[in-house]
């Protein structure tokens, strides 16, 4: 195989920056090109990436020969499939196997089939029937819609009341769709991310994210308002767990489908006091835990995408700084619902770690162009010095409306810690 000569990355979010400032430092700013990036990302090209037949032109005149791809709904369109006969790789699974996440009623499946544990479940199309399992349930549960929705197609239960007003406003936003409903499993939620060839599985460091607007877990959901790694209260026997209950199996059955996957992997776990159980599968990496994860990693970001791509993941071991990386999202008043654009952007001083997201430029002016605008990340020797790190760099930013939790990393953990325990 060719040896790599120049990189995409696909996509224009925080995830994005924090991919493309990673494999930056390893190989040059020069030889790292961002499809479309924003304002606020070096080497940022507004191609329209889900024209893939743009991408190739793009890619064949920059001398660019792999391709790392951010969002979902490009790998859930077929990326992979498009460039399966070209000598441009890209990262990540193609669209049967992307499947893991575009579809909820084929994730859960699979799931079932293979033998991970999950909640018990079960799919619908007609919202009456679902109307009548509803107020058979006692003890929560959540809604999803099948298909991809932007993390705006999952509704948590705790009544059936509220179950059913979920049902209402699903109904009247997406009509009638397949959709599945599951137990509601209380516990801490974590994020476990990890690279595989479909042979072997490779994982960073486990994180949270927390998605709620509110502090206190309180609110509507977010795309995260932050995020912390790793997660304090991990330890061997949490991790053998989950590898015996969920990463195995879920390999097991990547290889029985004989699935095209040669990406990243990503976990959504609850950890309850029955142990550790898979909420949903990711294709990609999270954001906003891509914001600490790769400032964590030591080990070499293009190594580890190539070994994915051509060979010898399993010979690889991870390496990762000491101490702790927190993510604080910094966001537009009013997200998740409607806010204002093109506000200017003051950041003080620039020695930060910042991930620029909803940014674009108006005459020279970084402004707001999004609901997330930017990440501000910090790495302290202990979890608490990484908070306050984090939250002394927001001082220094400034823009009209700027919204933030001031919780970040602060969470109880309490399952965790009787597992640990």
């Known amino acids: 195989m060719n040896k790599i000569k120049n990189i995409a990355v696909i996509g224009s979010g925080g995830r994005e920056h924090a991919v ?5 430092q390893e190989r040059g700013q020069e030889s790292v090109f961002v499809l479309p990036g924003n304002a606020g990302i070096p080497n940022s090209h507004s191609i329209d990436a889900s024209n893939f037949g743009a991408v190739q032109s793009f890619c064949i ?25 070209s000598e441009i790789l890209v990262l990540g699974p193609d669209a049967a196997s992307a499947k893991l996440e575009s579809s909820k009623i084929f994730a859960k499946e699979f799931m079932k089939q293979y033998g991970v544990a999950t909640a018990n479940f079960r799919k619908f199309n007609h919202i009456p029937d679902a109307q009548k399992y509803i107020q058979t349930k006692t003890n929560g549960m959540v809604i999803k819609l099948d298909g991809l929705a932007g993390g705006k197609g999952v509704f948590v239960c705790d009544t059936v009341t509220e179950g059913l007003e979920a049902l209402q406003v699903l109904s009247e936003k997406y009509g009638e769709v397949d959709f599945i409903i599951e ?32 502090d206190g877990d309180q609110g509507p959901n977010t795309g995260g ?3 912390f790694c790793p997660v304090p209260e991990w330890n061997e026997s949490l991790a053998q767990d989950i590898r015996q ?28 006091k029955e142990g550790p159980f898979l ?21 070499n970001l293009t190594d580890l995408m190539e070994a994915t791509l051509t060979g010898g993941l399993d010979k690889m071991e991870l390496e990762f700084e000491d101490g702790f990386f927190v993510d604080v999202v910094l966001a537009s008043g009013g997200y998740p619902g409607e806010y204002v654009k093109g506000l200017p952007i003051s950041i003080k001083k620039d020695d930060s770690l910042i991930f620029k997201a909803g940014v674009a430029l108006e005459q020279g002016q970084l402004v707001t162009y999004g609901g997330r605008v930017l990440n501000i990340v910090a790495h302290g020797s202990h979890l608490a ?8 760099s927001i001082q220094e930013v400034h823009f009209d409306g700027m ?14 810690k009787n597992y640990s325990a």
């Open 20 to 24: 493309a400032w990673k494999l930056a």
């Open 61 to 85: 005149k920059n001398k660019i020969n792999r391709i790392f791809v951010g969002p979902e709904q490009h790998l859930a369109d077929g990326i992979v499939d498009y460039f399966k006969d």
């Open 183 to 214: 137990d509601k499993i209380v516990g801490d939620e974590i994020s476990i991310i990890g690279f595989t060839d479909g042979q072997n599985i490779q994982l960073l460091q486990a994180s949270q994210d927390h998605k709620q607007l509110l």
């Open 225 to 227: 308002m932050g995020a």
């Open 245 to 272: 209950r969920i990463i195995d199996p879920t390999l097991k059955g990547i290889q029985a489908e004989g699935m095209n996957y040669r990406g990243i992997i990503y976990f959504g776990i609850m950890v309850s």
């Open 279 to 299: 909420l949903e599968y990711n294709v990609r990496l999270g954001d906003p835990e891509t914001e600490v994860l790769l400032p964590s990693l030591k080990t």
């Open 385 to 392: 010095q990484a908070i306050q790190k984090a939250y002394q």
């Open 403 to 416: 919204y933030f939790r001031k919780d970040i990393g602060q969470r109880k953990n309490n399952f965790l």
